[in-house]
């Protein structure tokens, strides 16, 4: 089965600052990969994807991740944090077969400091 | 825009009385996905259609969840009895199953408070 885990419930940078959020996938096969961004009581918002082909991809608002197979990896990166970053964030897998349901980690609560 | 629509935004019930959710999803879309997410917690999925066909309950859909697509298009979502830890946010995707169509859309959620 499939799951997610994402280290760290809660990060807190400074503005600024750079922003790295790790999420680890387990899969039986490479899976498509997701950063989704929530602001409070408001939807899930795709931030950026990996699907195939190029390993480094970017989303928008600058916010870039790697996907690393040998890792089982997929971390979020940004390198100058804004205060509208401040949000929760969730990285998530969907397989390519079966019922193509996407499963969501945890997620990590971005702070972000002036 | 034709996103994934849901409606109410939010629902204020008292415990023990049923409540019915709506989601509309984007108009070619044959796969529908429901989820529920608790405070703090990430997105859990509930069950899935595929056109009008439900094909997979997960085991937090207990019996008194029923979710129906009875012509392929918008769906329902509805608890009987509600009980206090229904509270949550319930949120709709829906996705093509075409090669090229990598995500699932999601809707802003249905926000349930059970008092």
């Known amino acids: 089965a499939q799951s997610v885990t994402q280290l760290g419930s809660h990060v807190s940078v400074s503005e600024g600052a750079l922003v790295l959020l790790r999420c680890n996938y387990s899969?039986?096969?490479?899976?498509?990969l997701f950063w989704y961004v929530q602001y409070p009581n408001q939807g899930l918002q795709l931030l950026l994807k990996?699907?195939?082909?190029?390993?480094l991809v970017k989303g928008i608002n600058g916010f870039e991740a790697e996907f690393k197979k040998s890792e089982t990896s997929f971390h979020l990166t940004k390198p100058s944090a804004h205060m509208s970053d401040a949000a929760e964030y969730f990285c998530?897998?969907?397989?390519?077969?079966?019922?193509?349901?996407?499963?969501f980690g945890a997620g990590t609560r971005l702070f972000v400091k002036a | 825009d034709t996103g994934v629509s849901q409606d109410p935004r939010h629902k204020i019930t008292k415990r023990g009385q049923n409540v019915t959710f709506r989601c509309d999803p984007i108009?070619?879309?044959?796969?529908l996905y429901w989820y529920r997410q608790t405070l703090g917690q990430g997105p859990e999925f509930l069950t899935y259609?595929?056109?009008?066909?439900?094909?997979?309950k997960s085991r937090l859909l207990s019996d008194r969840f029923s979710a129906e697509r009875p012509k392929g298009s918008f769906s329902t979502l509805e608890i009987q009895r509600t009980e206090q830890g229904d509270s949550a946010m319930y949120l709709c995707?829906?996705?093509?199953?075409?090669?090229?169509?990598?995500?699932?859309?999601f809707g802003q959620g249905t926000r349930l408070t059970v008092v």
């Open positions: 995707a829906s996705s093509q199953d075409r090669v090229g169509n990598t995500e699932a859309f």
């Open positions: 899969s039986s096969v490479p899976p498509y």
């Open positions: 990996y699907t195939t082909g190029a390993t």
């Open positions: 998530a897998v969907r397989m390519n077969t079966g019922g193509f349901k996407t499963i």
């Open positions: 108009s070619e879309h044959n796969r």
């Open positions: 259609f595929q056109n009008e066909a439900q094909l997979e």
